[in-house]
């Protein structure tokens, strides 16, 4: 977590030992919400602060649960119901959530870089959950322990992300740790929505989504966001779920055993079918199960008062 | 191994150990009992404990883990370490009566952290306690109720007990 080492505001950059050794705690932490107490006192007394800008259901459930299972305070704050709606700039809600004192921010937010700017007011860490078209660092953390549950090594993986990748931090992310990891990564996706930049992480690039499915281990499908639909980057819904979403004809073409992945929320019959998205190859609700443990590393991580050896 | 010396000998923990089985389930001989070894130095005790008890009394004793490191009482300072290991307690304990093992009593704060690991399973009967060497030096009011001996050395000295082949011995070396 470099310059940032009590940060975490994405996944470029940092060290590939360091993040397996995050996945390794993740493992144990997974355990503890498996247990009839789902508690443990390792953060008593520290407090984290979500801010979460933009909505969200499942990462800041995820994160308030991950924070108050290590019983930690965790106090939740929205963009639509704060004084950012009376004009505060995103500074000075920092620095007044930092005349708090809080351990942890958390940070969602729809600028690119928000929670790298937010560390010149705060002494806290800040953790990105998620900054525009940057990255989603967590959600690739837990994608990352979910393929390591179902396959248990990244050496020869096929990971295909199919969809909307220009405007996705999720796949952001997940290209960089997946291929940090020693996966093969091939990403798929109308032409309009593909960025050139990726090509140079060693990451292939298709237009269509059958030959990014050829013989996948694990097939990973975005989120299309309704906005982006019906103007010049995107035809109907319906087009595009033709062309782009996952079926079963699809899916038959990557290995028997591959397994289907979505960060959720999912727009059915739009990137991902019913059948499919509910099949027994489908580890979508894993991947929900995993963020808790996977946020609940990050967060213990970073309370730590030391860096790691 | 030069500055390293042995200050219980195997054949005494072995012994030690026997008599501790015996004390076990003199205590309540008709009951069950489980046993829950602290990672990572209770663990193989309480394995040998288990075994020693089983063939007194021809009955299989159930063995759990507790891995303490995130109660520690310093938890939230300490290093995370890539090392912590799940807690494993495979059986209810509600109601039963457990016995807490590890190697070295110190300070008191890992039995502490233990028991609060343990009552996150639920609430036992009661707990009792045994370790293989005493070393005093408490900083918290816990006392084992089963002890194999207890070893007189200077704070400048670190205890620890090793095994190899299912044999222990307590040694002592020089604190870094």
Redesign the interface.
């Known amino acids: 977590m470099s310059d940032e080492r009590r940060h975490l505001l994405q996944i470029e950059g940092q060290k590939t030992e360091e993040l397996v050794?995050l996945l390794?705690?993740a493992?144990?932490f997974f355990?503890?919400s498996r247990?009839?107490?789902k508690?443990?006192?390792?953060?008593?007394?520290?407090t984290v602060i979500n801010m979460f800008f933009e909505a969200s259901t499942r990462t800041r459930t995820s994160f308030e649960l991950a924070g108050k299972r290590?019983s930690a305070d965790v106090i939740n704050f929205s963009g639509s119901t704060s004084s950012t709606k009376k004009g505060e700039t995103l500074r000075d809600t920092i620095a007044t959530m930092e005349a708090m004192h809080p351990d942890v921010l958390v940070i969602r937010h729809g600028a690119s870089g928000a929670p790298h700017h937010a560390t010149n007011y705060t002494k806290a860490a800040v953790v990105n959950a998620g900054d525009g078209m940057h990255e989603h660092p967590t959600q690739a953390l837990l994608d990352a322990f979910t393929i390591r549950q179902q396959k248990k090594t990244f050496e020869g993986l096929r990971i295909a992300i199919c969809g909307d990748i220009a405007h996705s931090r999720v796949a952001r992310s997940n290209a960089h740790l997946l291929t940090m990891l020693g996966a093969e990564v091939v990403m798929a996706g109308p032409g309009t929505l593909m960025p050139v930049e990726l090509e140079a992480l060693g990451v292939k690039v298709h237009n269509r989504v059958e030959p990014a499915l050829e013989g996948a281990d694990v097939a990973m499908m975005l989120r299309i966001q309704q906005e982006r639909l019906g103007g010049a980057l995107l035809p109907s819904t319906r087009e595009y779920a033709r062309q782009f979403g996952l079926n079963r004809e699809r899916l038959a073409l990557a290995k028997d055993d591959c397994t289907v992945m979505h960060p959720g929320p999912i727009n059915r019959g739009v990137e991902i079918n019913p059948d499919v998205a509910d099949g027994d190859r489908s580890v979508i609700l894993d991947q929900v199960e995993a963020g808790v443990a996977v946020r609940m590393?990050v967060l213990?991580?970073l309370?730590?008062?030391?860096p790691?050896? | 191994m030069g500055d390293r010396d042995v200050l219980v000998a195997p054949d005494a923990v072995a012994e030690g150990l026997e008599r501790i089985a015996k004390e076990i389930i003199d205590r309540e001989p008709d009951d069950e009992v489980f046993l829950v070894g602290i990672r990572r130095g209770g663990e193989p005790v309480a394995q040998h404990l288990a075994r020693a008890i089983g063939r007194r009394t021809g009955r299989i004793v159930k063995v759990g883990l507790v891995?303490i490191t995130?109660?520690r009482d310093d938890?939230?300072?300490?290093?995370?370490s890539?090392r912590?290991?799940?807690?494993h307690v495979p059986f209810a304990i509600e109601r039963q009566r457990v016995v807490l093992v590890d190697d070295v009593l110190y300070t008191g704060r890992t039995i502490r952290a233990a028991l609060?690991?343990l009552l996150?399973?639920?609430r036992p009967r009661r707990i009792e306690l045994c370790v293989i060497a005493d070393r005093g030096g408490r900083e918290l009011p816990i006392q084992p109720d089963y002890l194999v001996a207890k070893t007189d050395v200077d704070d400048g000295q670190r205890v620890e007990v090793t095994v190899s082949d299912e044999r222990f011995q307590v040694v002592s070396t020089p604190k870094k």
């Open positions: 050794q390794d705690v493992e144990t355990q503890i247990r009839a107490v508690k443990v006192p390792t953060l008593r007394g520290k290590l590393a213990w991580q309370c730590a008062e030391e790691l050896p | 891995d995130l109660y938890a939230a300072t300490a290093l995370p890539p912590i290991g799940p807690s609060d690991a996150d399973f639920g």
